[in-house]
């Protein structure tokens, strides 16, 4: 029996505003369906404070298929580095790794999966003039954020306790994963799992660096939007920022979301307070006009474990 894909762990070194940082990469690709430098590159970002083996289940069912697929852990979370300067966990520094590490690919164009966090530095970096992304897929998130979502976030962002065993944390893990939707016990373990970490005295607790949250938390509550956005078009190098109305188009990323041209696919959680309704109508119509489909049962956001929800990106990528 042909043993189950696993990826190669790789390190980059990224530059940031007074010295260098690393980040670790997952790469897969199954050498049976292929010549690595031939295939096609999927590059998968997660979410703010979770890291790169979320996509494990889409990352193998891809390279099987011939695609070669990356999945990084963003600076501060995961294997990857932490930086002393909290306001770096930002978009900017983000999409300026990211940029790095399609460099490190030698490619010419990729396609793009983010969720969350991971689709705000994919709208970012597809935005730019002369972007390498072919075709883009959000996991619940777009250009305007409800801040009823953005309140939860804020509520659990940074706050890492420790736990004196694993079954502890995963206990109180399982609670703050409830938005996912239903899993199976493999699921669970799957975002478990690699989400806690051993300390050397035994206790257990999250994999990211607190200070993910100093950024996040810097926002207020009715700027917090606008506040995104204005990293969002800072990030883009001004480029998109003659388009911004501060009256009409106040606490969204609609400018950003104008300047993209790529193909675009987006999946809403049904039950996500991020996402709304709305904003995905508006998504349909503006910009990219992407494609939208619905999950049901699941909040913010899906976890693209499920076949149901692997499936739509295949199918989108395959075009």
């Known amino acids: 029996?042909?043993?189950?894909?696993?990826?190669?762990?790789?390190?980059?070194?990224?530059?940031?505003?007074?010295?260098?940082?690393?980040?670790?990469?997952?790469?897969?690709?199954?050498?049976?369906?292929?010549?690595?430098?031939?295939?096609?590159?999927?590059?998968?970002?997660?979410?703010?404070?979770?890291?790169?083996?979320?996509?494990?289940?889409l990352a193998r069912a891809m390279a099987q298929r011939g695609w070669r697929?990356?999945?990084?852990?963003?600076?501060?979370?995961?294997?990857?580095?932490?930086?002393?300067?909290?306001?770096?966990?930002?978009?900017p520094q983000y999409v300026s790794d990211c940029v790095a590490l399609v460099a490190r690919l030698g490619v010419d164009s990729v396609d793009w999966v983010g969720t969350s966090m991971?689709?705000?530095?994919?709208?970012?970096?597809?935005?730019?003039s002369g972007n390498p992304i072919r075709r883009l897929v959000l996991n619940?998130?777009?250009?305007?954020?409800?801040?009823?979502?953005?309140?939860?976030?804020?509520?659990?962002?940074?706050?890492?306790?420790?736990?004196?065993?694993y079954e502890e944390a995963a206990a109180w893990l399982r609670v703050r994963m409830s938005g996912f939707g239903p899993h199976d016990e493999a699921g669970w373990d799957?975002?478990?799992?690699?989400?806690?970490?051993?300390?050397?005295?035994?206790?257990w607790t999250a994999h990211y660096d607190p200070a993910i949250a100093v950024p996040?938390?810097?926002?207020?509550?009715?700027?917090a939007a606008t506040a995104a956005a204005?990293?969002?078009?800072?990030?883009?190098?001004?480029?998109?920022?003659?388009?911004?109305?501060?009256?009409?188009?106040?606490?969204?990323?609609?400018?950003?979301w104008d300047a993209i041209v790529a193909p675009t696919l987006v999946l809403r959680g049904a039950l996500s307070d991020l996402l709304?309704?709305?904003?995905?109508?508006?998504m349909k119509v503006r910009g990219p006009k992407a494609r939208v489909i619905e999950i049901a049962g699941v909040g913010h956001a899906p976890t693209l474990i499920a076949q149901d929800q692997i499936s739509p990106i295949l199918d989108f990528l395959s075009e």
């Open 216 to 223: 996040f938390k810097a926002l207020s509550q009715g700027g």
């Open 276 to 282: 709304s309704p709305d904003t995905c109508a508006g």
């Open 140 to 165: 619940d998130i777009g250009p305007r954020l409800e801040w009823s979502g953005l309140a939860q976030i804020a509520a659990y962002v940074g706050m890492v306790p420790v736990f004196t065993d």
């Open 1 to 57: 029996m042909r043993p189950q894909l696993q990826p190669q762990i790789h390190r980059l070194t990224c530059a940031h505003p007074g010295g260098l940082h690393q980040i670790a990469y997952r790469e897969w690709f199954d050498d049976s369906t292929g010549h690595r430098d031939a295939a096609p590159v999927v590059v998968c970002v997660h979410g703010l404070t979770r890291r790169s083996t979320d996509f494990d289940s």
């Open 190 to 203: 799957q975002l478990t799992r690699p989400y806690l970490k051993a300390l050397p005295d035994g206790t």
């Open 69 to 91: 697929v990356v999945c990084p852990d963003m600076i501060g979370r995961g294997d990857s580095d932490r930086v002393t300067q909290p306001m770096l966990y930002a978009v």
């Open 118 to 128: 991971g689709g705000l530095i994919g709208m970012t970096y597809a935005a730019l």
């Open 230 to 256: 204005a990293v969002a078009v800072g990030a883009a190098g001004g480029q998109v920022a003659s388009s911004v109305d501060a009256s009409n188009e106040a606490n969204s990323m609609w400018p950003l």
